[in-house]
């Protein structure tokens, strides 16, 4: 054999590698309708290659048999450590792989038993309350609050961090009470911690586990606290009503039994939205039992509408064209109910089958901003009232917006939110971007005041100056480790933020002080 045959023949390898490097910077950097998707074939063609190099180095390399055998020997060696080591812990919000430390502390195992505390914690409301999903009006917006922007000279404090248990729940905070759900064990609970030191108050059943590989465990739902009572609602459906100051159930509803419900594939993530003598939920039963509301005195039926099956978002109370409406947005459309009577109003197709998670959000004019993952993208409807119903028009859609969990908000003019995991300004006059910058993944936002308060998917916390001009990025801090799509909380200027690990509570300096 001639000395030229035998020469290393490395341009299978140097092929693998380039296409490799290739797939991933397109998935990263991307502007596709489905981002995700990037990733998966990205990572389709990484477990291809991993074997077809093997098979190359082993077979068709023409390397010295040595070499092969101690390069085999190193391949395997260093597999056996990284996963001796390591494990594949969970998925992100594009579906690429989490790893973690295998001897990481982990807290499923927690104790699932009913605790209350002897300290006397404040119940009563105040001004500073965050008393459900999305902030006191349920809109992802917190008034009277100006926060410092410079974090160097005005670093956030931690005031305490605790392990909890899984669950995508945020927090209601109703004076010095912070309440919860997170899976212990084998049960759903319902918690209740001291605002002021993450001292454990009280733990209440919440049901049944819930259990999802890809869409991690436990409970999704924040719970609302209205009049000294909490309501929740657990993964699969079980409705509670709880004393915020002991935790005592005062009734309970199975709503996926009681509508005949269908229940979603990642869980119930929606919120319970409590107004008059009403708590609605979003069940997603067959025969007028899509949307329903129970006596929230005593948990007896009241009345149900629609036919649509479960979305993710939570019931929104607004008025729009003069007209009082609970607007939701379900599996495969977005409508709008009489709060009196569970009668649809209106009623447009909205979806693919993907998950539709984030909430419409109202704007001036009478006109509803509407979006969705998953490609979906974007559209703004006109809301107008006519003789005997209010009217629908859709006046545009665009993919410059396609928010997956993360809910949006509006600031002089313009709307803020994550498209696809990237942070984006459009002007929803007309759906024009104005810019897109900062990758915080699939997280949270707060507008407290005139600033975004983000968190990232990876747990840290920024604050964004909202302008049309460029994307502003004040300040930023490392909080949270792992996965946090938990919505955020915040009360005056203490912020409380968890994922399915741990929470933490950060004080925040204000602007002035």
């Known amino acids: 054999m001639s000395s030229e045959a035998k020469k290393p023949r490395m341009w299978p390898f140097w092929v693998i590698l380039v296409i490799n490097v290739a797939l991933w910077l397109f998935a990263f950097f991307s502007d596709g309708d489905m981002r995700q998707d990037n990733y998966l074939k990205a990572m389709a063609f990484l477990l291809f290659s991993l074997p077809a190099t093997l098979v190359w180095f082993i077979f068709f390399s023409r390397l010295s048999k ?225 949307l329903v509301a129970y006596n929230r005195v005593d948990g007896s039926f009241v009345w149900g509408g629609g036919n649509d099956s479960p979305g993710y978002s939570t019931p929104q109370l607004r008025t729009i064209a003069g007209v009082p409406q609970i607007v939701v947005v379900n599996g495969m459309s977005v409508a709008a109910h009489d709060p009196q009577t569970g009668a649809i109003l209106w009623e447009v197709p909205w979806g693919d089958g993907h998950p539709n998670a984030a909430n419409p959000l109202l704007l001036a004019g009478n006109r509803l901003l509407v979006s969705s993952g998953y490609g979906i993208g974007s559209a703004l409807y006109q809301i107008s009232a006519e003789t005997e119903k209010l009217g629908v028009t859709k006046l545009y859609e665009t993919k410059r917006l396609k928010a997956k969990f993360a809910n949006y908000v509006a600031y002089e003019g313009y709307v803020y939110g994550l498209d696809d995991g990237i942070l984006t300004c459009i002007d929803p006059a007309t759906g024009e971007r104005k810019w897109k910058r900062g990758r915080y ?68 300096a204000r602007r002035g002080n």
């Open 441 to 508: 993944g699939h997280g949270q936002m707060l507008l407290v005041e005139d600033k975004l308060l983000i968190q990232s998917e990876k747990g840290a916390l920024a604050l964004v100056d909202p302008s049309p001009e460029e994307f502003r990025d004040l300040s930023s801090i490392d909080v949270l480790g792992g996965k946090a799509w938990n919505s955020m909380a915040i009360s005056g200027n203490l912020v409380l933020m968890r994922n399915h690990k741990e929470a933490v509570c950060l004080e925040l």
């Open 66 to 290: 040595q070499t092969r055998k101690r390069g085999v020997g190193l391949f395997l060696l260093g597999f056996a450590v990284f996963f001796f080591f390591f494990e594949f812990s969970d998925l992100s919000g594009d579906f690429v792989p989490i790893l973690t430390y295998r001897w990481a502390k982990t807290y499923a195992d927690m104790d699932s038993e009913a605790k209350t505390s002897t300290t006397s914690v404040v119940t009563a409301a105040g001004e500073a309350d965050f008393p459900g999903f999305m902030g006191p009006d349920g809109d992802n917006q917190i008034k009277g609050t100006l926060l410092a922007t410079d974090w160097k000279a005005h670093a956030p404090q931690e005031k305490w961090r605790i392990p909890i248990g899984a669950g995508w729940s945020g927090f209601a905070v109703v004076g010095k009470l912070a309440v919860t759900q997170e899976q212990r064990g084998q049960k759903q609970m319902i918690t209740c911690y001291d605002l002021e030191r993450g001292t454990a108050v009280w733990a209440a059943d919440g049901g049944e586990p819930f259990v999802s590989v890809i869409g991690g465990d436990g409970p999704r739902s924040t719970p609302t606290v209205a009049d000294g009572r909490v309501y929740t609602i657990g993964a699969q459906g079980q409705l509670h009503c709880l004393e915020l100051a002991t935790g005592r159930q005062v009734w309970f509803v199975d709503t996926l039994k009681d509508n005949k419900g269908r229940l979603p594939e990642w869980g119930y993530s929606s919120s319970p939205l409590v107004y008059d003598e009403l708590v609605v939920v979003s069940p997603g039963g067959p025969d007028s039992r899509s």
